[in-house]
């Protein structure tokens, strides 16, 4: 398949809620189909950047642009091509909801109303808890999961969606590890079969070092853009999380060491 843009901003600046400056004088382009991530501090406007792209939040000055289309002007156009992965803590829930139900909201959300779950609808929601190893929960109520648990439903939730990007928020937050090496493996192994690409802000690189081909290294600008390696840089490091970074090589293997994220490592 041949490479196309995938996500590209010029000179862009977006706004926190509360008006505080949360990106400024972002420039970069990234073609797909890719694993692409982005990292940095708390606070350095990753979700935010993520929003963004997903025309939730509008840029105060430039342009960001998802497949071409523009993100205030043409939104609709890429909601139709995401698949959006919130952070946990952030699903709110207002009645109680089996898991089940939770997947196909995956489906249903892209429907028009009125939304009724078809016979194919249910066989790729159950395919998909399949994936993350959670069809046999398909009748539990949601709040009665783990942490962990609730996290691969989530993604099953996208996987059993349509859409050519997968764009997730911190998934592997909080989660037990077993459940961040399953959906790891999962979104890379999607990934590789169907050619869709996956968008995901973390905090630690090490998980999913060896599926990334992008990383936005992000400090409210963008600090670099690369390949993994090329982030695994000292003085970039430096200067997102400070001079208690370090990078440690040992077996082949470079790590990076921050306070903020603990240990990242890449070939």
């Known amino acids: 398949m041949s490479e196309f843009s995938l996500i590209e901003a010029h ?3 977006v706004r ?4 505080e400056l949360a990106l400024y004088n972002v420039n970069f382009r990234i073609s797909g189909p890719t694993f692409m991530a982005i990292i940095g501090p708390n606070g350095s406007g990753k979700s935010t950047l993520l929003k963004t792209a997903l025309g939730m939040l509008k840029p105060v000055r430039g342009t960001m642009r998802v497949l071409g289309y523009d993100t ?3 939104k609709k156009y890429i909601r139709r091509e995401i698949r959006y992965v919130p952070q946990r803590d952030r699903i709110q829930l207002t009645v109680p909801m089996k898991v089940k139900d939770i997947v196909l909201m995956g489906r249903l959300l892209k429907k028009r109303p009125p939304r009724f779950a078809s016979s194919k609808d249910k066989d790729l929601a159950r395919q998909a808890l399949r994936k993350v190893n959670m069809d ?3 009748n539990r109520p949601f709040m009665e999961l783990s942490g962990g648990q609730r996290q691969r439903v989530l993604v099953a939730r996208a996987l059993a969606s349509e859409g050519s990007i997968l764009m997730l928020d911190e998934p592997l937050a909080g989660t037990d590890a077993e459940s961040q090496s399953l959906i790891v493996e999962v979104l890379g192994e999607y990934h590789r079969e169907n050619e869709v690409s996956v968008v995901m802000v973390t905090h630690d690189l090490n998980p999913i070092h060896t599926f990334v081909r992008n990383v936005l290294l992000l400090k409210n600008t ?4 690369g390949t993994p390696c090329d982030m695994m840089d000292l003085e970039l490091l430096v200067k997102v999380y400070g001079p208690s970074a370090k990078v440690v090589e040992y077996a082949g293997h470079r ?3 921050t306070h903020d994220v603990g240990v990242d490592r890449h070939d």
């Open 11 to 13: 000179d862009l600046a």
């Open 16 to 19: 926190y809620p509360d008006g």
């Open 72 to 74: 205030v002007t043409e």
């Open 136 to 138: 046999e929960l398909w």
């Open 222 to 225: 963008l600090i670099g853009v």
């Open 255 to 257: 790590y990076c060491v």
